[in-house]
């Protein structure tokens, strides 16, 4: 597949992207109780590994490289694998701020800053990719951050 320096440089930020928002997310429920926004947030995981996945396959497939395999390893494990030292010291940051959080109402507002910063970088990643293969890619990717964004507002409106 032939590729550009842009497409490289949204496979790694989105590749990025979704692995934070899995770390978020697998962090998160550890704060929550009410089982229904458990298991919503159980699927929301479970989507952005799917994400990773799908991009870190573009990428390995486009670059040939073995940066992200690290990480692949352990994403490719049935579930939610935790994501333990590799991650604890690339997302520390975030980390530290999904500590700050107090409420159910926390969770969701910065779960909510997360996918539309996902949205808006699918978004702009569809527009600039002149690869058909890349541009479904993205333009896919875009749209379940669209379906994620609304869930969460329902969420949100509803807690
Ligand atoms: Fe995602
Ligand atoms: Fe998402």
Do not use: C
């Not at 949205?119 to 890619?137: G, I, Q, S, W």
């Not at 994620?148 to 409106?157: F, K, M, P």
């Amino acid at each position: 597949m032939k590729f550009t320096e842009d497409a490289l440089k949204f496979l790694n930020m989105g590749i990025e992207s979704e692995l934070s928002a899995y770390v978020f997310y697998t962090e998160a429920i550890k704060l929550i109780d009410d089982p229904a926004l458990r298991s919503t947030i159980e699927t929301l995981a479970n989507d952005e590994k799917g994400h990773f996945l799908t991009l870190e396959g573009e990428y390995s497939e486009t670059v040939n490289s073995e940066m992200w395999v690290p990480y692949r390893d352990i994403m490719e494990k049935p579930g939610l694998p935790k994501m333990d030292e590799v991650l604890q010291e690339t997302h520390k940051s975030l980390l530290a701020r999904v500590k700050m959080l107090k409420t159910k109402k926390d969770v969701l507002n910065m779960a909510l800053v997360l996918e539309k910063e996902a949205l808006n970088l699918f978004t702009e990643a569809a527009a600039a990719m002149t690869n058909p293969d890349f541009k479904k890619v993205f333009d896919h990717l875009a749209a379940f951050e669209q379906g994620h964004v609304q869930l969460i507002e329902r969420e949100l409106a509803n807690a």
